[in-house]
Nanobody, 122 residues
């Protein structure tokens, strides 16, 4: 099994910064893409940013220039540096990873963390 554990959420004023972390653990053979999604109250979950194992990144238009994704492959950890936060960034942020587990016959599948709440006050 694979577990993704997020940390770093909290309450911050508009214009402030937060850094989210997500560590993957368990029976991991390899990790391809890792990413962050968010879900605001009453809205669908949306992609915020993702990053491949080679470091290629992708961002939602709404966060370009404000958020930066990075990863430490040795630690199976992905980060999201969030600057210039706005009230509309308020959401539960979920980590996602495309993982191949160790063992004979293992396949690639996506795993999700339980989420961390980010609240931006205006």
């Amino acid at each position: 099994q694979v577990q993704l554990v997020e940390s770093g959420g909290g309450l911050v004023q508009a214009g402030g910064s937060l850094r989210l972390s997500c560590a993957a653990s368990g029976s991991i053979f390899s990790i391809n893409a890792m990413g962050w999604y968010r879900q605001a109250p009453g809205k669908q979950r949306e992609l915020v940013s993702d990053i491949t194992s080679g470091g290629s990144t992708n961002y939602a238009d709404s966060v370009k220039g404000r958020f930066t994704i990075s990863r430490d492959n040795a630690k199976n950890t992905v980060y999201l540096q969030m600057n210039s936060l706005k009230s509309e960034d308020t959401a539960v942020y979920y980590c996602n990873a495309n993982v191949k587990t160790a063992g004979f016959g293992a396949v690639w599948r996506y795993y999700w963390g339980k989420g961390t709440l980010v609240t931006v006050s205006s």
